[in-house]
């Protein structure tokens, strides 16, 4: 079974850091792309980065230059590095897997809490 | 940035059927994929490339895509159907390629 968990979510000050992370099992991690999105409590979903399997990266540019996507594919796991972050960037952050930068996205994990918050 | 606009709520009564709109500028010249979200739940790819249904949704469950609206329909509508929905596209040209609706409540009632 396809499976994707996130974690590393938690409340943090604005200004501060945190790192998320995705564990990936049931396919071959290194042969697909990989998405961040998020959605603020009662909002829509955005798009918030995303990794080729050459290590290939794209930003919107909300979080351009404060978040930064990896991946290490021996671990079957994905990362988002998120540093100055801001009380706009409260929400629910969903790693999901595509077959190509442009494609659809399928399946997503259950999310992970993220509140910026003094 | 390319925009998507969907209406906030769509209401329909079990065994009817609902349409669920995405307009964008020439979006029929782009792929649309359609997504639901039950409460407390993540996304699930119900509809993509347009009009093709991933293993495990059901045939009640089809789109169209042309000119500058984008249509998900869902037949014989039943009360696990109830969610929001949202359509999505990539748009090469943006600095925020990967653009999604503002979702539609569906509400069966």
């Known amino acids: 079974e396809v499976q994707l968990v996130e974690s590393g979510g938690g409340l943090v000050q604005p200004g501060g850091s945190l790192r998320l992370s995705c564990a990936a099992s049931?396919?071959?991690?290194?042969?697909?792309?990989m998405h961040w999105v998020r959605q603020a409590t009662g909002k829509g979903l955005e798009w918030v980065s995303a990794?080729?399997?050459?290590?290939?990266?794209y930003y919107p540019g909300s979080v351009k230059g404060r978040f930064t996507i990896s991946r290490e594919n021996a671990k079957n796991s994905l990362y988002l590095q998120m540093n100055s972050l801001r009380a706009g960037d409260t929400a629910v952050y969903y790693c999901?897997?595509?077959?190509?930068?442009?494609?659809?996205?399928?399946?997503w994990g259950q999310g992970t809490l993220v509140t910026v918050s003094s | 940035s390319y925009v998507l606009t969907q209406p906030p709520s769509v209401s329909v009564a079990p065994g009817k059927t609902a349409r669920i709109t995405c307009g964008g500028n020439?979006?029929?010249?782009?792929?649309v994929h359609w997504y639901q979200q039950k409460p407390g739940q993540a996304p699930v790819l119900v509809i993509y490339?347009?009009?093709d249904r991933p293993s495990g949704i059901p045939e009640r469950f089809s789109g169209s895509n042309s000119g500058n609206t984008a249509t998900l329909t869902i037949s014989r509508v039943e009360a696990g159907d109830e969610a929001d929905y949202y359509c999505?596209?990539?748009?090469?040209?943006?600095?925020?390629?990967?653009?999604f609706g503002g979702g539609t409540k569906l509400t069966v009632l």
């Open positions: 999901a897997r595509s077959e190509s930068i442009a494609a659809p996205l399928s399946p």
């Open positions: 049931g396919f071959t991690f290194s042969s697909y792309d």
């Open positions: 990794i080729g399997t050459a290590g290939d990266t």
């Open positions: 020439n979006i029929g010249s782009k792929s």
């Open positions: 490339y347009d009009s």
């Open positions: 999505q596209v990539w748009d090469s040209s943006s600095d925020h390629p990967r653009v």
